[in-house]
């Protein structure tokens, strides 16, 4: 209980308590209101490394902006969603190594370092979606996030899937169109139709969402 009562202590949910859908479980009764920044594989092989990406430093200075903004909001948590794959991966077969667990590859570009000592979220994952088998969804729960704003890469595979999994817990999903890029190739913008489309995401800016 003491992630409720941290969320009491900011004002939030009072007296309203959400039952959100868990296929599988029972649904459990939590504050509402906490929001979540999820930045998705922002690391030096998706960027500068294994699997450079030429679009990633496009949306560096966004996602800046964003983090500043998300780490002065007492209502939102930040969380790294990092691949950091094992040898044994499957996904290793269609894209070959890259990220692997402990290497540097798998780091967080510097200019986003993660603050894991202020209650930043680490979290990694072996396959493309965020809330696949990382325990997220639990971590989420106990702090009360009901929303979840999903940005890095890549729009069409990884911020997709995690997009997936957020809606099917219960989240809202609310993308900035600024803060995400996919691979050269790929029209992104029909990247970001298909989170509509599918998984009912809002669609926004890094202005927008750091204008409050
Ligand atoms: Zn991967």
Known sequence: MRALAHVGQLGLGQGAPLARAHPGHASPTYPAGM???VIADMLDDFVVGALA?????????PLVRLLDHARADPECVVVFSNDAHDPSDPELRVWGEHAMAGSPG?????????????GEIISPKRA?????????????RALGVDEVVICGQHAHICVRHSA????IRGYRVTVPRDAVCAFEGIDV???????????????TDVATLTAT
């Open 35 to 37: 929001k979540a920044l």
């Open 53 to 61: 990406n030429p679009n990633a430093p496009g949306i560096v200075e």
């Open 106 to 118: 798998a780091r967080v570009i510097p200019e986003l370092e993660p603050r894991p000592g202020a």
């Open 128 to 140: 493309y979606g965020a809330f696949e088998g990382t325990g997220l969804d639990e971590q989420l």
């Open 164 to 167: 997936y999994g957020a809606l």
């Open 189 to 203: 913008q029909e990247a970001l139709e298909y989170l509509v489309m599918a998984y009912g995401a809002e669609l």
